[in-house]
């Protein structure tokens, strides 16, 4: 199964993301994840889109597009992916479009995620994440048992560069221009769902489990 997870920074696409492919036995590709490892590895690459990341804009599309394509078919991404921060505006959906059809493959869910600004700015301004997995915790709605450690592998946990108000703000008027415009790409596909994401983590997660399956 292929899925496409996208929705405003805060929205819980990673937390869920990583959940429900776990959940359906397939790959998570988190393109913000790809390009912090390349960040943190100082490749051309990452060296290249640091500066847009710092700065809460989106890094170039010609970037971006060639480290799906190797991803998603690879063969990791057998039994299938789901994508969480790609594509993040219209070209993107575009050459995803296309790139899917030249290796014969296709969507089967695009999933919308949804929640209004006041949570998103609360979400992204308390988030800590484990530099080891990956895994969220938030510092009041769900604070790991013992501080600053993650409660899944014991890995340390961090406030991300760009999880300040700040850059939160420039994320947040970058997803409204270039991202929110998904929608209209993707409304009238049978294969497009909307989830609210505004509740708490469990409930979120069944009712992406639901349009999944239907
Ligand atoms: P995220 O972890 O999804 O919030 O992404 C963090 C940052 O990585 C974004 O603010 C962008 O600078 C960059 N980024 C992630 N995904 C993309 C994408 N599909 N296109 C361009 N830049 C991206």
Same mark, same amino acid.
């Not at 804009?57 to 394509?69: F, M, N, P, Q």
């Not at 690879?74 to 959906?93: H, T, W, Y």
């Not at 340390?156 to 998904?182: G, H, K, M, N």
């Given at each position: 199964?292929?899925? %496409?997870?996208?929705?405003?920074?805060? %929205? @819980?696409? @990673?937390?869920?993301?990583i959940?429900?492919?776990?959940k359906?036995?397939?790959?998570?590709l988190?393109?913000?994840?790809?390009?912090?490892?390349? $960040?943190?590895?100082?490749?051309?690459? @990452?060296?290249?889109?640091?500066?847009?990341? =710092?700065?809460?804009? #989106? &890094?170039? =599309? !010609?970037? $971006?597009?060639g480290?799906?394509?190797?991803?998603?078919?690879?063969?990791?991404a057998?039994?299938g992916?789901? #994508?969480?921060?790609?594509?993040?505006? $219209?070209?993107?959906?575009?050459?995803l479009?296309e790139?899917?059809?030249?290796?014969?493959?296709?969507i =089967?869910?695009v999933?919308?995620?949804?929640? +209004?600004?006041?949570?998103?700015?609360?979400r992204?301004?308390?988030?800590?994440?484990?530099?080891?997995?990956?895994?969220?915790?938030?510092?009041?709605?769900?604070?790991?048992?013992?501080?600053g450690?993650? =409660?899944?592998?014991? @890995? +340390? #946990? /961090?406030?991300?560069?760009?999880?300040?108000?700040? &850059?939160? +703000?420039?994320?947040?008027? $970058? /997803?409204?221009?270039?991202?929110?415009p998904?929608?209209?790409? /993707? +409304?009238?596909?049978?294969?497009?769902?909307?989830?609210?994401a505004?509740?708490?983590?469990?409930? &979120?997660?069944?009712?992406?489990?639901e &349009? %999944?399956? !239907?």
């Amino acid at each position: 199964m292929n899925i %496409v997870l996208f929705g405003p920074p805060g %929205v @819980g696409k @990673g937390t869920q993301g990583i959940r429900l492919a776990n959940k359906l036995g397939i790959i998570h590709l988190a393109m913000g994840d790809l390009l912090r490892a390349a $960040v943190a590895e100082e490749t051309e690459l @990452g060296l290249q889109a640091k500066a847009f990341m =710092d700065a809460g804009k #989106l &890094v170039t =599309d !010609g970037l $971006v597009i060639g480290l799906i394509e190797e991803r998603i078919t690879s063969p990791e991404a057998k039994a299938g992916f789901l #994508l969480d921060g790609f594509p993040r505006n $219209v070209a993107q959906a575009s050459a995803l479009k296309e790139m899917l059809a030249k290796h014969a493959m296709d969507i =089967d869910r695009v999933i919308f995620m949804d929640a +209004s600004k006041q949570v998103l700015l609360e979400r992204l301004t308390g988030r800590l994440i484990c530099s080891a997995c990956g895994f969220s915790f938030h510092r009041h709605y769900s604070p790991p048992k013992i501080e600053g450690q993650c =409660d899944q592998c014991g @890995g +340390s #946990l /961090y406030q991300r560069a760009d999880d300040t108000e700040e &850059v939160i +703000s420039q994320r947040l008027e $970058v /997803y409204a221009e270039q991202t929110a415009p998904l929608l209209d790409f /993707y +409304s009238q596909d049978k294969a497009f769902r909307r989830v609210n994401a505004e509740s708490g983590m469990d409930e &979120v997660y069944l009712a992406l489990l639901e &349009v %999944v399956k !239907g």
